[in-house]
């Protein structure tokens, strides 16, 4: 028998943990510790829990994912890969049968992704097959860059990794001028770096919320809290000699020996500088010091910024975004 339950948090915390398709995002105490509203909703086969949907409150309801996450949506508790395909096959298709009954009378409009991990989306293409007068799923492929971190490697062999006429050349040549600097944390005030942040966007040709730089603000002060949470965010500082603040800042979202690049940004000084391919040359460095088993440069699916970051060496990797959409919209 398969059936959905909401579960607490401290539920959903412990089943994250094991989870080897949770994005760090879904962890629920940084979600708590973020000020979001959450819910957890359980998917079974009898008593047994193979799936956890997460959901949070924005002013869209439960429809969005947090700002700035992703590979934000469900994941399986356990690895069933060593399942018989039979029974992976139907657990997947009856346990999110029951979920998405569930998930659609909260979140109606529901936008999240599935990680990388998550392989099989054959019951979200089944339930637009089999119910199309409901609620149907537009399924978006996507592709993120994220660099494989071998066992022992050190910075020359980094450097080695990168396209020879691009990355390596310019990352050599700061090495050799040494004048670039990075140290961790923020040693600013955090309007500081909101200001410099928005000022990247606004160059850029983009614009950014009010709402999403309050999140940002929230992001950056608590990667100066230190706590034994198991997701944080951290924030690398980029300074040069002869500038009294700094030429920009990148934060990352660390945790499950894993990296996450979530925003970047310098000054025109630090750009001319390449103070941007320093600063993920050094936040690299830092997931190998770390042992972390992998870097994600968050997206790569325009033509100029999948050729960015492939030149550090970064795959190609698959992952799905997802929106649940009437058939007449």
């Known amino acids: 028998m398969y059936l959905t339950k909401e579960i607490s948090e401290s539920e959903a915390y412990a089943l994250w943990k094991k989870s080897e398709t949770a994005s760090l995002f879904s962890e629920p105490k940084l979600l708590n510790e973020l000020g979001l509203k959450s819910r957890y909703i359980g998917g079974y086969k009898n008593e047994d829990l193979l799936v956890v949907w997460p959901l949070i409150e924005t002013d869209e309801g439960f429809n969005s994912p947090p700002s700035f ?62 119910k199309p007068k409901k609620n149907n799923f537009q ?66 040709g983009g614009a950014i919320s009010e709402k999403d730089l309050i999140f940002l603000k929230k992001l950056i002060k608590l990667s100066t809290i230190k706590t034994n949470r198991l997701v944080s965010p951290l924030l690398i500082e980029l300074n040069a000699d002869g500038f009294d603040t700094p030429l920009g800042f990148q934060l990352l979202l660390i945790g499950k020996k894993q990296s996450y690049a979530l925003v970047q940004s310098t000054i025109d000084k630090g750009r001319e500088l390449n103070g941007n391919i320093f600063l993920n040359f050094k936040s690299l460095c830092y997931a190998c010091e770390n042992k972390f088993l992998s870097f994600d440069f968050n997206g790569a699916n325009s033509p100029n910024r999948a050729d960015d970051k492939h030149a550090f060496g970064a795959d190609a990797v698959q992952y799905f975004n997802l929106r649940l959409k009437k058939d007449d919209v």
Request: a positive charge.
């Open 69 to 130: 996450s992703y590979y934000f949506g469900p994941y399986l508790v356990k690895n069933n890969q060593d399942e018989p395909p039979y029974k992976k096959y139907r657990n997947n298709y009856e346990v999110f049968n029951s979920l998405i009954e569930k998930v659609e009378t909260i979140a109606p409009k529901i936008n999240f992704s599935l990680s990388p991990e998550f392989l099989d989306l054959r019951p979200f293409q089944w339930w637009n097959y089999n």
């Open 139 to 204: 399924i978006d492929l996507k592709y993120t860059a994220r660099y494989s971190i071998k066992k022992g490697i050190n910075e020359s062999q980094i450097i080695s990794s990168f396209r020879s006429d691009d990355k390596r050349k310019k990352i050599k040549d700061i090495r050799k001028k040494n004048l670039l600097k990075t140290r961790i944390g923020a040693f600013q005030d955090f309007d500081f770096y909101i200001e410099l942040y928005n000022n990247t966007i606004t160059r850029s």
